[in-house]
T-cell receptor, first 115, second 112 residues
Framework: GAGVSQTPSNKVTEKGKYVELRCDPISGHTALYWYRQSLGQGPEFLIYFQGTGAADDSGLPNDRFFAVRPEGSVSTLKIQRTERGDSAVYLC?????????????FGPGTRLTVL | GEDVEQSLFLSVREGDSSVINCTYTDSSSTYLYWYKQEPGAGLQLLTYIFSNMDMKQDQRLTVLLNKKDKHLSLRIADTQTGDSAIYFCAEIMNQAGTALIFGKGTTLSVSS
């Protein structure tokens, strides 16, 4: 498809486990963003990539969260030692160049549930 | 801290106008956005306004910007049941980046 895709759509894990969430941005989009949306809240910024590098990771809540984008396309958000408070929908977005005014296109999200 | 405020709920009848309000924090924000989120679907950009504008109209949507009060509103004319969704106001997080700060969202319920 032409849009941003995320896999899996749902992930259930146990407290303390490691999870990886994948994002496939729109082809040709150099900017990629991860957000987290908790129930009843708006999306909260986690990290922004411009190409392969993390241009801004100020939203990552702690060092259990890490994200990579090794080839400047697909990105993986990695969460170590998951906690119940990590349960949320993780959203990925991409934009053409990440410049002001460039529209961010969002994927459908991955719903993470930590038991 | 940075916080975008919105009222949480709005209920209207089909055919009426809906007005969703938002207060943002950064008076230097260059772009302000309205996103729509339907159940089970991703966020969809509805419209945006550049900070040098007071108003922007796009079909049934009208965006009003009051920079002095840092107030943004979205008016939906002739509201339809298909407009039922959560609407998020968003501003640019900081001048160095292009990530967005979102409000908590306004749930619009349209009854027939």
């Amino acid at each position: 498809g032409a849009g941003v895709s995320q896999t899996p759509s749902n992930k259930v894990t146990e407290k303390g486990k490691y999870v990886e969430l994948r994002c496939d941005p729109i082809s040709g989009h150099t900017a990629l963003y991860w957000y987290r949306q908790s129930l009843g809240q708006g999306p909260e910024f986690l990290i922004y990539f411009q190409g392969t590098g993390a241009a801004d990771d100020s939203g990552l809540p702690n060092d259990r969260f890490f994200a990579v984008r090794p080839e400047g396309s697909v990105s993986t958000l990695k969460i170590q030692r998951t906690e119940r408070g990590d349960s949320a929908v993780y959203l990925c977005a991409s934009s053409v160049q990440g410049r002001l005014g460039n529209e961010q296109f969002f994927g459908p999200g991955t719903r993470l549930t930590v038991l | 801290g940075e916080d975008v405020e919105q009222s949480l709920f709005l209920s209207v009848r089909e055919g009426d106008s809906s007005v969703i309000n938002c207060t943002y924090t950064d008076s230097s924000s260059t772009y302000l956005y309205w996103y729509k989120q339907e159940p089970g679907a991703g966020l969809q950009l509805l419209t945006y306004i550049f900070s040098n504008m007071d108003m922007k109209q796009d079909q049934r949507l009208t965006v009003l910007l009051n920079k002095k009060d840092k107030h943004l509103s979205l008016r939906i004319a002739d509201t339809q049941t298909g407009d039922s969704a959560i609407y998020f106001c968003a501003e640019i997080m900081n001048q160095a980046g292009t990530a967005l700060i979102f409000g908590k969202g306004t749930t619009l319920s349209v009854s027939s």
